[in-house]
């Protein structure tokens, strides 16, 4: 039988997960036995009553959608349609690279040379001539929203304050009926009391880069010249706006916490906890480190032992996740901000893993509107469709300063991105959860269909991962994610 299902099971219960909608049921040891053996009835030659009361439930269960079968085409036509309109409506923001250069050298940083780009650390800035015409080819695309966002990303953005003051001061005179908010990534070390002023002043949201406790944060982010740490500094500045502007502190400062190998979890907690320089208002966003087997630290010790050491780390953080959504215990998920951060996808997926009917033509998933809400502006006026594209080619290139943006080139990165496993995607249980995109499979000149290939059973793993997570802690406290 063509099932487009997903047979899981949690420690306690069996369930089988739906393609086509997304509905979880749980069955029977012997309904599992009749799914394993594509539903012949009569597994040991016999039909007991047992195995009827089971068919009786598949039957049931078909009532309900399961067991529809696969779609028969991506449907793009909707999301097509809505790139053309949003693309010349609805823009949410862009994204300024002002500079290529940075005061720190941080060993995992995307200009590091660790991954699979060319972005490097160079002298290059972005003129305000540039700026300027990248804010004018975008905001007159966003007569659809209330708001813009222009973002301000680097290197390190402050490097540029005298470029990021005249954009702004631009942008008021030039569009004053528009609601703008501004917002950067910063390192936070150059937060000086002239520059806060302004940024306060000017209602900046600000995502400072803090990797945890002193220890931690220095061994990876160094100052450029002197290969000191940069915790101090930083820390310095923290404390200065939570004194000096405390409201501010509260509604407008966030931090971006990458987790590198060899990281005590329950320390790194601690310290946001008991930390002066986060409060329990602030945001944190927790990344990874990704190919962290090249970095220095891995070298010099035993890699299998601490791979292993982190896995486990991991593990015990989903569990006390789990164990606090099972008990309603809001007070802890409020504070572990790591582990709700790290699982935030399953906090999501109660909300958005229904679809009303099954359909026989799958509705694209995972691949947004590209360029739409995060379109990134090069030092030079190149457009792409978001920050994480590697700059290297015009596979994920939508427009520059001059043109403006192509809607088209941005409707054939939708096209060729589905179209590149056309076939696969139609006979995957997984299509509705699918979060990979185009900028996940970039290569030189295309997108690759091997890449989006390579990294499909990874991604059906993690979904699965995550349903089982779902489904643990549903059987304990159904209204868990109701709270």
């Known amino acids: 039988m063509n099932k487009n299902t997903l047979l899981f099971n949690t420690k306690e219960n069996y369930y089988i997960y739906d393609g086509n909608t997304g509905n979880i049921f749980k069955i029977n040891p012997m309904i599992k036995n009749i799914y394993e053996n594509n539903f012949k009835s009569n597994i040991d030659g016999t039909v007991s009553k047992e195995i009827k009361d089971s068919m009786e439930e598949i039957d049931y269960l078909k009532e309900k959608g399961f067991f529809s079968g696969y779609p028969d085409e991506i449907y793009l036509d909707n999301i097509i349609n809505q790139a053309y309109y949003d693309l010349e409506n609805n823009m949410e923001g862009i994204i300024l690279s002002v500079t290529q250069n940075c005061n720190l050298r941080c060993e995992y940083c995307s200009y590091s040379g660790l991954y699979d780009n060319v972005r490097t650390h160079s002298d290059k800035v972005m003129s305000f001539e540039i700026a300027k015409k990248a804010i004018d080819k975008t905001i007159v695309r966003a007569s659809g929203n209330k708001e813009f966002r222009i973002s301000f990303y680097g290197g390190e953005p402050l490097l540029q304050f005298d470029l990021i003051r005249k954009c702004v001061s631009y ?101 946001i906890l008991e930390s002066d320089i986060i409060s329990e208002d602030n945001y944190i966003r927790v990344a990874f480190v990704n190919n962290s087997q090249e970095l220095s630290l891995y070298k010099d010790k035993k890699k299998e032992e601490n791979i292993e050491q982190d896995r486990l780390k991991m593990e015990f953080m989903d569990l006390r996740y789990i ?161």
Request: charge should be neutral; include cysteine; hydrophobic fraction near 30%.
């Open 171 to 271: 942008v008021k005179s030039s569009y004053p009926e528009k609601e703008v908010n501004f917002s950067m990534t910063t390192n936070g070390t150059l937060l000086t009391k002239e520059k806060l002023k302004f940024l306060v002043e000017n209602k900046f949201m600000i995502y400072i880069s803090l990797d945890g406790p002193e220890k931690y944060h220095d061994e990876y982010r160094k100052f450029f010249n002197s290969c000191k740490g940069s915790f101090k500094t930083i820390e310095k500045n923290i404390i200065y706006i939570k004194e000096n502007y405390p409201n501010y502190y509260k509604e407008y400062v966030s931090f971006m916490m990458t987790l590198s190998p060899f990281r005590d979890v329950d320390e790194i907690e601690e310290f």
């Open 323 to 483: 164990h606090a959504k099972i008990h309603g215990n809001i007070d802890y998920l409020e504070k572990s901000k790591v582990a709700l951060s790290i699982n935030e996808d399953v906090d999501s997926f109660d909300k958005k893993r229904i679809v009303k009917k099954a359909s026989k033509k799958i509705l694209p998933r995972g691949c947004c509107i590209p360029g739409q809400g995060r379109l990134f502006v090069s030092v030079d006026g190149e457009f792409y469709i978001c920050d994480k594209c590697s700059e290297k080619g015009d596979t994920l290139k939508i427009g520059d300063v001059e043109k403006g943006v192509d809607a088209k080139k941005s409707v054939k990165i939708i096209e060729d991105f589905y179209n590149a496993t056309r076939e696969e995607c139609l006979r995957c249980w997984a299509y509705l959860q699918c979060g990979m995109c185009p900028v996940s499979i970039e290569d030189d000149d295309k997108q690759s269909r091997e890449r989006k290939l390579d990294q499909c059973s990874n991604m059906k793993k993690s979904i699965e991962t995550k349903l089982v997570k779902y489904m643990t802690i549903i059987e304990k406290n159904p209204d868990a994610f109701s709270m």
